[in-house]
């Protein structure tokens, strides 16, 4: 009787003790990540993008429906009560409303929106790794419970490698997909990083304190060495791409940036190739390959796509660098080569100076204006024309300018290169609620060359008429149009910025020459020309953001083409001579126009030593954004209203509290949109 009970008793423990081996085995854990904890956070950031896309898809359809009711003098039929909850609480609130500048120059606040996403996924990733956990008092039972937390942690570290990649893409095809902004994908692609490293810290940790003495003899496997490679080089990349390093040494981010990527993949590759892991793992690395590549190739496609001239088989593009020390700004010009280059608002390209031991760098620019280099207008410098090879030259025959602009017509003496001159007599003239106004007519691009103020000028216009010129030409199919020439406005800091402000000052002229590369175009066109009333909030170099939409409105206003009758520029800027520079030059003609009103700001100036410009005048204090954008919505009573601002982040995040301030306390509806400047 005994033996048999004491045999049963055995049985039983058996029985549990193989239960206990098929819960906690490192073999058994092995497959659940693989089909389970991995495929979460894929599953988890697909259903973040599926709703980011079926949200832009909505958004266009029921802007479309807004734009052509807006048209037709009808309010928009399908109502904003809840639309206008969702971005006041979410879409546009920050995570944490933060006021102080010097915070926001160290940290990146994500909107609210942002914030929920990024909390579920930490959650997530904090739910996945540790439960469930096997749970006992004997060790044995522990080391297994740290065994699987360690395989978690690891698998899903690696899981989230392609999104770091594909969010931190240029040629993300989810910023097209989503209507989301790179710095909003820039915002994703950190935190992942740093989930990633945080599950690798405790995929290292748990396995540390299993091996615990037998440290010392896994130090000399390889897979070992490079398991501990990657373990310090994740936490060190991060650190060196935090805000401050990024903004005050870019090149050094840049470069130790791509190093450490490349050195981390690698690694992982390594550490994952002892025997029967090979297949496990590498699913999960082969696609971060493919997103490295694709995302470098489309860079390539883009650069010979911007800079070959196959005809003249060059491969650069000539630009005139000058730089004013009143202003400290730079101002580039750049003549794109390819006629099939369409520049607009809303764009940003990187350029590169490939003829330097360090051709490798490239840095994002807002285009800030452009033009034909035929037209009379101080948009390219003579220097920079000279480089220029023959090209043909058109002139519309039988133009009065004085009676066109007297229509309020805004004439070019040479017509756009994308525009031919039986496309400008085939432009359809339309008036708001006319029977012929349709939504794509409202949405067609225009395409323009800004004018100068010399062209404006009424002796100029009258001696127009009898200054000799070349003969007309007759355009013909097989002419090659003249190229256009790019305006990029730069702050020089440290690196490459730097440097050309030295060449600049070394040169006796003031300015220089290069050959450079352009890289684009990047970013997107933001339809301000379906909104009664524009607020454009710029801060230093980030009127070259506002400027482009200005001119769009211009020749928009010249075909009847925009919603906009109302125009709000709220400039400011440390240096009164930048400030002056573009007003006279690009915003000549917008501040002579009723429908344009600026409010300028030289934060650096001396009260006594500022002019006014026009009829604006200049004050030498920071603007009171909440003010003054409460005030312009509530004047603009019950019509729709556009607030675009760029600028640094902190002067970003008041515009942004300020619009949400406004969207509680007016009618108006307002919509918001911004292009900041940092990563």
Known sequence: MYSSTTAFSHQVLAFADSLTRRQAHPTALTKIPKHTYAYAIYAFWAAVLTIGIVHNIYSKLVGRQSAHAALAGKSDPLGHTVTRWLRTKFILAPAVDVKHRGVLSYITMPRRIEAVVLFIFYALALVLTAVPSHIASDTDAINKAWTGVGLRAGIMSIATLPFIFLFAGRNNPFIWATGWS??????????????????????????????????????????????????????????????????????FFLITHIAFAILILYAIFQHTSKSGTVTVYNPYLWPVVAIWVFDRFLRLVRLVYCNVHVRHNTLSTPSTISYDEDSNLIRLEVLAPSPKIKPAPGQYYYLYQPMTWRGWE?????????????????????????????????????????????????????????????????????????????????????????????ALDPKWLAES????????????????????????????????????????????????????????????????????????????????????YILDHIARSAANKTKTTNIQLIWSAKQFSFLKTICR???????????????????????????????????????????????????????NVAVLSCGPIAMVAEARSAVVDAMKHTRADVDYFEDAFGW
């Open 465 to 548: 008429k009898h200054r000799p010129g070349p003969e007309p030409v007759q355009q013909t199919s097989t002419t090659t149009p003249p190229p256009t020439s790019f305006t990029f406005w730069i702050r020089p800091y440290d690196g490459w910025t730097r440097r050309l402000r030295d060449s600049c000052r070394a040169s006796s002229t003031g300015s220089i020459k290069h050959s450079l590369l352009i890289e684009g175009p990047y970013g997107r066109k933001v339809p301000l020309h379906t909104y009664d009333t524009v607020i454009l909030v710029c801060g230093g170099t980030g009127i070259s953001a506002g400027v482009p």
């Open 362 to 454: 490239n840095h994002p620019f807002s285009l800030g204006a452009w033009a034909s280099p035929n037209s009379r207008q101080r948009q390219v410098s003579t220097d920079t024309m000279d480089t220029l090879v023959e090209s043909d030259v058109y002139f519309e025959k039988d133009v009065d300018v004085e009676k066109d602009l007297e229509k309020g017509m805004i004439v070019q003496p040479y017509p756009s290169p994308s525009v031919s001159s039986e496309d400008l007599e085939n432009v359809e003239t339309m008036t708001p609620g006319s029977p012929n106004s349709t939504t794509s007519t409202l949405d067609e691009e225009i395409v323009f060359s800004p004018v100068s103020p010399t």
């Open 182 to 251: 790179y710095q909003t994908f820039s915002i994703f692609h950190r935190h992942a990083a740093r989930v990633a490293t945080l599950l690798a810290i405790t995929h290292g940790v748990c396995f540390s304190v299993l091996i615990g003495p037998y440290f010392a003899k896994k130090m000399e496997i390889k897979w070992f060495q490079w398991g501990l490679t990657t373990l310090v080089a994740l936490p060190v990349m991060v650190l060196l791409a935090s805000k401050a390093i990024r903004n005050r040494h870019y090149e």
């Open 585 to 639: 030059e690009e915003l000549a003609e917008a501040l002579g126009r009723a429908d344009f009103n600026a409010s300028l700001f030289a934060t650096d100036a001396v009260a006594d030593a500022v002019d006014n410009i026009e009829n604006f005048k200049i004050q030498t204090h920071r603007p009171d954004l909440g003010k003054m954008i409460l005030d312009i919505a509530n004047d603009a009573g019950t019509n």
